[in-house]
Each structure stands twice: as structure tokens, then as C-alpha cells.
């Protein structure tokens, strides 16, 4: 065999046995082994550390390299010839060798400035970021051949100037992770606030207008790709079309924290898990340790979850992967409940009927109660014995702001049923799906300590009953068929119903480890902390930041990110100062899930809207000149009375029309205590065409009118201003202020949000005032 050093063949590349070694793919427990080796011992310091220690002896590969760099016809390569001998064998994707070879094709593979992480250029941090996060394997794989700085160098933390910093950091709100939101978050876990021991991950993307723009104050192109080492503005380099925004949800209190975005071309579920481990691996740095991780359930939350080795197949699920991988803590994973409910919803429209043991589950029951316009009742209740029967209409109409998976929308299919309309006969099987799925929603959807039912906190007192629902459910599941007989859970549509499945394993999970043992860190589980409700309510005041329609460009995306990053506050139960717009994340599920209720159905079957009355019809029955005294004289009262309760039925559908929450519009028609309470459908009374309004809806006209008509015979300003309007605002709050309590049926409505002013109660009673004042 010749020797290395007579070999005229140039050895400073790798020997073809070497790249023949095939790597394997992005399996499921595809992780970094040294996670807290924090050592840079490359190749090239290795080499000059040889004469001091003799007793190590250098690879067969670096052998190798050091001989062939003696050799008279040595060159230094390109990493290009690499990338390009990689992509031969298949052991990097196509759009990774394109991204790579536009913006390092003249990066040297042997320079010697590639010794430790600070004398590392831009242009090696880059690679080795994008390398790492696209291809680890492929990472590990080239570290044997040249010096690449270990993976953990990549995101850790240290001190430059009194600054905390890393590669894949910012500390100006660009893409990368947020030094300044680290920073915080270590100083509370410093000062020793158990609060922030534990948190759930949070990941989302966000659509982007591909654009390329100049930004004056980094003097640089934007609008490409960049993972937080610095934009890649190559001529060839992609267009951002995706942002990937994380966030940390405390689980003990409700404290929130953005901890940075990233600008993407092409997503994947093995770059969103690779995000995962560092975003979790910076997070155990400061001391804050991951319970959970939540995604969408779509196809990249699904590529996502195999990637960090969870396994979703029904028979046997896998709902924890350990990380990091050489130390005991698992963490679970969440699917987000309200995508897997659409999920659901969808299976059941396109398979129309849904079958198990002998019951049937019909979509076309959905679609005639969406479709149900009026329907007049003679007879509301039967008379009692010795009472005249009354002669009063009532009528059936839908409230198309009911969730599909409710109690209200079982219970209307129950006594439409029994009322004996032909649409909804043999509906049993319809009910009994609607309910299990309405038992489940409420479980995954608990955000407030104080409420009740399957909506409450997870304690270890109720923990029986929930456990009971998922076996039930999981049982259920298992023998759905569709109308030919297949098994929805191995059909294409199974990942909603496997979604469930496994937020119910990975509840029961923390729950067994976290809740249920004596001294646990955490006493109960507020289960709206494992969906996106959190990151959504912050990616809506993101949207909103962002000037103009449409998807942002990244420069706008930047700019409104680092307005609500400067406005960000982590104390706990901050929700409406902490830069995310006014709503709560009640608002925000309410909103998220406008494609789940009756509404959407009708929108898809009658497009047409509910014909509404005409502005001027409140005004017909004498209230027409309201500024003459005169006429005011001499209008009869029972009339003016009539009028102002026809304005105000007329106020109360336009609410109605316009409000997404069932308990409130339910509250808008609520007039007589005898009509069943039946949620989805409304018995509503009739006067002149117009809906009676409920008493309370009644009383705040009432006194909006007595205000209104003694400030048009004192005032003297335009009735139209913008001050005028705040002025009679007032004055009627003030009016209320202090008598009986309105709206007796949204009493356990607010124990479904949180504890503040500003909850369905009060906005309720601000939109009836204003649009009454609208109306008049």
C-alpha cells in the first residue's frame, strides 16, 4: 500500500469510502447526543496541540488531512465541492444545496480562522446555523471531516459586554431568538419566582409576501431567508414566504413570553423540531423547563411531532420524547384543540355520515338546523290546569353564533325532534356525537380557575371523570366507519380524531407526573395553556400592527414585531397591557373558532343574508321628531312606548348579527322565563315584525332614552361629534350604575374567561348603549 505522503492523488478532501457512508433520515429520535458540551476542540486545535500531548493520536482522518496539506499539489477546496459531492449521494435535499451553494460557494473549508466560536466569520456562522438546522445529520457528518464548532455552540449564551448573546440571537427584535426577553426571564427565575419554572412551547407560522426591500437603518437587503446569524441576500438566495414565531406559556401562572421568529422559504417538520431543541435548550440554560410543546394539527405539526419522535398510531401512542436525550425529563406534545375540532367537523361533511355499532351520525341534521330560519310555535307551553291558554306567536329561530360541537346544538336537535319536524327525525346518533365531542371541547378548553364542570381547573379531585371521557372517547373513535364501512381512524381523516388521542394521553400524562404526586410543582392544569390561543392572541395584534392588507413583508413583519416586543411585559395575568391588543383569550377562542359554528354552515348552503329591516323602520311608530317639544307633547305614550321597544328588538337583532358568542346572543332574546332554555334555538316573540328584546336589553333603552331626551333639551353642541356621543355614554352608565343586576343568564358565562372589567358583561352593555344611540 502506498504511503500517504507519496499518493499523488491530493488528499484534502474525503475519501470516497467516507462519503459512500450513507446517512440515515430525519428519524424520530433524530437529536444531538451532547447537548451541554460546550467544548470547541476542532480539528485544526487538535492538530497544534499534538506536540504537547503525545499520547493522543489523531483520527485516520485528520491523518489524512494533515499529510495531503504537505504535499507540493495541495489546494484548499471550496465547501462547495462538498455540498455539490453531498447532493450526489442524496444526503442533502435540493432546496438545501441550492440555499447553500447560492451564498457559500466561495466559502474555504480549510480556513484557519475556523479555531474558536469568536474568530468564526459571519459567512461560518451562517453555514453552520443553516447546515445544522436543515440537515444535522449531515452536520455531524461533515464535523469529522473539517472543524465545524459544536451544535450546543449554536445556541449558547454568553456575556460580550455585558450583553447576552449567541449565533442564533438578536437584541433589536431581528429574526432570531430575543437576547432582551431571555435576559428577563432569567432574572425571574433568579430571583427565585416558582411561577416561571415551568412553561408549554408554543410554535406558528405566519404567511409572508415575498419582497425584497432596502432597510435604511441596517443599510441591508431584506426579505430573505434568516434563522438569526444574519440575512442570506445572495442574487440566488430564496424569498422568505413563512415567519416561525415561538412563545413560552407558564403553566403554573399565566405569564406569556415571544421568545423570537425566524424567516423561512420552504417549511418542514424536521426544521421546525430542530427550532424546538434549541428553543428548549436555551430555555433549560436559564433554568425554565419545558413540559410541553404545542403546534397546529397540519401536516407540518404532524411531520413536526415525528420528528421529535412522538408517535401517533392509535393502538399504541407515544405522547413524551426526552430532551435533552441523555437525561430522564420528558416532554409532551399537544396538537391545538381547535384545529383538530375543524378537523373533525370537516371528516363529517365530506363522509355525510359517520356509523358505529348502530347509531349514525348525519351532517345533513347540521345543515337544516343552520338553515332554520322561522319557525312559528302556537303553543310555547302547554296551559296549566284552570289557566286560559294563551294566545300568543312565538317563533324557532337559530342562533348562528352556536359552536357545532356544543350542548346547545344537542339539546335544539333534541327538541326539534321531539317538537316532530321531519328534518330532524332519526337524529339520535347525531346527538350523541355532538355530545361527546361538546364534553371533550370543554375539557381542552379550561382557562379560568373558577370554572365549572369539565370547563374547571384539572385537579387531582376530578381527574376520575376526565379520565373516564378520554376512554370513552377513545373507544368511540376506534369503531367509527364511514357509510362503506372503513375505519375513519386509518382513513385520510384521521388526523383530527388522532389529535385528540393524544392531547388526551398527554394531559393524563402531566397530570400522573406533575399534579397527582404529593408536594407537586404544579397543583392544577389550566388546560387553554396547551393550545395557540396564547400565540394567536399575539400573532392578531401582530396583523394588526402590520400597515396595509394582506400578508406583511418582512419588513413589516420586523418593525410590528419590535413595537409589541418593546410593549411586551412577562408579569403573570397581564392580559391587557402587555402589548397584545384588548382581547382575551376567551375573545381570541371565540374568534378562532367562527368556522365551527352554525353560521359558516348557512354561509355555505344559503349565501344569501337574513333580510333585516330598514334603518328608517324604528322611526315609523313616533319617534320621528324628536327635537320638537311639541311633538313630544303631544305623541302618545303608549305609542313612544311601543316605539322605543320596537328600536330596541331592532338594536338586538342587529347584535345579534353581528356577536360571536352563543351566551350573549342567547341573552339578547331571553323575554320569557316559560321558554325552554335550548341555547342553538330561540323562542322568539314578535311585535310589528320586529323581536322583543329580553328585560335587560329593555331596561338599558329605557334609561339610554330618559338620558337622551333630557340632553336634547339642554344641550346646545353637534349631535354628531364624536363628544356628544362619549358624553351620553357616560351619562347613562351612570344611571345603571348601582341598580339590579341585568343579564341573570351570562352569571356562569363569566366564569368562562378571566377575572376582569373587561368581559362579555360589560362589552355587552356598551355595544346595546352605543348602538341604540346610533339608531336615535
Request: net charge positive; charged share 20%; hydrophobic share 40%.
Amino acid at each position: 500500500v502506498p504511503s500517504p505522503l507519496k499518493d499523488p492523488r491530493p488528499r484534502n478532501r474525503p475519501s470516497p469510502r467516507a462519503l459512500k457512508q450513507p446517512l440515515l433520515n430525519h428519524s424520530d429520535d433524530e437529536v444531538i447526543a451532547e447537548d451541554h458540551n460546550y467544548s470547541l476542540k476542532d480539528a485544526v486545535a487538535a492538530a497544534g496541540q499534538q506536540a504537547e500531548r503525545k499520547e493522543v493520536q489523531p483520527l485516520p482522518e485528520k491523518q489524512q488531512l494533515l499529510a495531503a496539506r504537505t504535499c507540493p499539489t495541495y489546494r484548499p477546496r471550496k465547501i462547495s465541492s462538498i455540498i455539490r459531492e453531498l447532493a450526489e449521494k442524496k444526503q442533502l435535499s435540493e432546496e438545501t444545496v441550492n440555499l447553500l451553494q447560492a451564498h457559500f460557494s466561495d466559502l474555504p473549508c480549510e480556513s484557519q480562522n475556523w479555531r474558536q466560536m469568536t474568530e468564526y466569520s459571519l459567512e461560518m456562522k451562517q453555514f453552520a446555523c443553516i447546515l445544522h438546522l436543515y440537515h444535522n445529520k449531515a452536520y455531524d457528518y461533515l464535523r469529522k471531516i473539517f472543524p465545524l464548532p459544536h451544535p450546543s455552540s449554536l445556541t449558547k449564551q454568553v456575556y460580550i459586554f455585558f450583553m447576552l448573546t449567541g449565533w442564533l440571537s438578536s437584541n433589536n427584535a431581528a429574526p432570531g431568538f430575543s437576547s432582551d426577553i431571555f435576559i428577563r426571564l432569567q432574572e425571574r427565575v433568579e430571583e427565585g419566582d416558582q411561577a416561571y419554572r415551568y412553561c408549554a412551547l408554543m410554535v406558528q407560522d405566519m404567511a409572508l409576501q415575498k419582497q425584497q426591500e432596502w432597510d435604511p437603518q441596517t443599510q441591508h437587503l431584506v426579505g430573505f431567508v434568516d434563522l438569526g446569524a444574519g440575512v442570506l441576500d445572495a442574487d440566488e438566495a430564496p424569498l422568505a414566504s413563512e415567519a416561525v414565531i415561538l412563545m413560552a406559556v407558564g403553566i403554573a401562572s399565566p405569564w406569556r413570553a415571544p421568545l423570537g421568529y425566524f424567516f423561512v422559504n420552504s417549511l418542514s417538520g424536521h426544521l421546525l423540531a430542530q427550532l424546538l431543541r434549541q428553543t428548549i435548550n436555551k430555555l433549560n440554560n436559564i433554568g425554565i423547563a419545558v413540559l410541553s410543546v404545542t403546534s397546529g394539527a397540519t401536516a407540518h405539526g404532524a411531520d413536526t411531532a415525528r420528528a421529535l419522535g412522538i408517535r401517533i398510531d392509535p393502538e399504541r401512542i407515544q405522547c413524551t420524547f426526552q430532551h435533552p436525550p441523555s437525561s430522564a425529563h420528558c416532554i409532551t406534545y399537544f396538537f391545538d384543540t381547535c384545529h383538530a375540532l375543524q378537523l373533525i367537523r370537516n371528516t363529517l361533511q365530506c363522509f355525510q355520515k359517520l356509523q358505529w355499532l348502530s347509531e349514525t351520525a348525519q351532517w345533513q341534521h347540521m345543515v337544516e338546523l343552520a338553515a332554520l330560519q322561522e319557525k312559528r310555535v302556537l303553543e310555547l307551553c302547554r296551559p296549566r290546569s284552570g289557566c286560559r291558554e294563551s294566545k300568543e306567536h312565538c317563533y324557532l329561530r337559530v342562533n348562528l353564533a352556536t359552536q357545532l360541537f356544543s350542548e346547545g346544538v344537542a339539546d335544539a336537535l333534541e327538541h326539534l325532534q321531539k317538537l316532530g319536524l321531519a328534518a330532524f327525525q332519526n337524529c339520535s346518533g347525531t346527538i350523541k356525537f355532538v355530545r361527546l365531542m361538546s364534553r371533550l371541547r370543554d375539557v381542552f378548553h379550561g382557562r379560568s380557575p373558577y370554572g365549572r364542570g369539565l370547563k374547571g381547573p384539572l385537579l387531582a379531585g376530578n381527574y376520575s371523570k376526565v379520565s373516564h371521557l378520554f376512554s370513552e372517547a377513545k373507544s368511540f373513535f376506534v369503531t367509527l366507519t364511514d357509510s362503506v364501512g372503513r375505519y375513519v381512524i386509518k382513513s385520510k381523516r384521521k388526523l383530527g380524531f388522532l389529535s385528540i388521542l393524544l392531547n388526551a394521553e398527554s394531559l393524563k400524562w402531566l397530570h400522573t407526573n406533575y399534579v397527582l404526586p404529593e408536594g407537586a410543582p404544579v397543583h392544577c392544569l389550566l388546560t387553554y395553556t396547551f393550545s395557540l390561543d396564547q400565540l394567536e392572541l399575539f400573532l392578531r395584534a401582530l396583523r394588526q400592527a402590520c400597515v396595509g392588507r394582506g400578508n406583511p413583508t418582512c419588513a413589516m413583519f420586523q418593525a410590528a414585531y419590535c413595537k409589541l416586543l418593546a410593549s411586551c411585559s412577562l408579569a403573570p395575568g397581564l392580559q391587557h397591557s402587555s402589548g397584545f391588543g384588548d382581547m382575551s383569550t376567551l375573545d381570541i377562542s371565540i374568534f378562532r373558532q367562527t368556522e365551527l359554528t352554525l353560521g359558516s354552515i348557512r354561509s355555505q348552503y344559503d349565501p344569501a343574508r337574513r333580510t333585516t329591516l330598514a334603518t328608517e323602520y324604528p322611526f315609523s311608530a313616533g319617534l320621528l321628531v324628536r327635537d320638537s317639544a311639541l311633538s313630544n307633547a303631544l305623541t302618545d305614550l303608549s305609542l313612544r312606548a311601543q316605539s322605543i321597544t320596537c328600536t330596541t328588538g331592532f338594536v338586538a337583532e342587529q347584535l345579534a348579527s353581528d356577536l360571536q358568542c352563543e351566551a350573549c346572543v342567547a341573552s339578547l332574546f331571553e323575554s320569557d322565563g316559560s321558554a325552554p332554555k335550548r341555547g342553538s334555538v330561540l323562542y322568539i316573540k314578535k311585535l310589528g315584525g320586529v323581536s322583543l328584546p329580553s328585560a335587560s336589553v329593555h331596561h338599558i333603552t329605557n334609561v339610554s332614552e330618559q338620558v337622551l331626551s333630557t340632553y336634547a333639551k339642554v344641550g346646545d353642541c353637534n349631535k354628531n361629534s364624536k363628544l356628544c356621543y362619549l358624553f351620553l355614554e357616560q351619562k347613562i352608565f351612570c344611571e345603571l350604575l348601582g341598580q339590579s343586576p341585568l343579564f341573570p343568564t351570562l352569571t356562569d358565562h363569566l366564569f368562562d374567561g378571566e377575572s376582569c372589567i373587561n368581559n362579555h358583561y360589560t362589552v355587552l352593555l356598551k355595544e346595546i348603549t352605543r348602538s341604540y344611540l346610533r339608531v336615535r
